[in-house]
């Protein structure tokens, strides 16, 4: 068996796609359509995107899948007996990711929520101001125009 069919084997296990696979590499996409082993910078590539594939298993086919783990080869371990442990390893993993998005979005929302407060406080001081600047605004008219009364005609000024 070639390093490429033990990668597609290890995509396998974990539910990942070629596509994503290819994406989180930066491999072409017909990488893994072809059956022959993989170059060693290609191995190390992928073990630092995927750090917790074995790269012995990869490159020889011996040992484990996983570094520091009990699951076997799959030609060793029956696929039935490893279906549910990954499907409940998958469903934890999930879990706790939602678990940090959702603490992520709580924090977020309530920084938002004070930012809708600061701007509530800053346009009533704007409107208040406004209003402040009106009222100066018509005084200052209101005291222009009665500096500029002219007199009415007939009337007449005594020179002194």
Known sequence: MSATSRMLQYIEYKGISKYKFCKETGFSNGILDKNRNLGSDKCRIISEVYNDISIEWLITGTG???????????????????????????????????????????????????????????????????????????QLRQSLQSKQTVPKKGTEFQKT
């Open 64 to 138: 484990s899948m996983l570094r520091n783990s009990n699951v076997q080869k799959t030609e060793q371990t029956p696929v039935n007996t490893n279906v549910s442990v990954v499907q409940d390893t998958k469903c934890k993993q999930q879990i706790q990711l939602l678990q940090q998005e959702n603490t992520f979005l709580k924090e977020n929302n309530n920084q938002l929520k004070e930012n809708i407060t600061l701007l509530k406080e800053s346009k009533a001081l704007i409107e208040k101001e406004n209003a402040r600047l009106t009222t100066e605004n018509k």
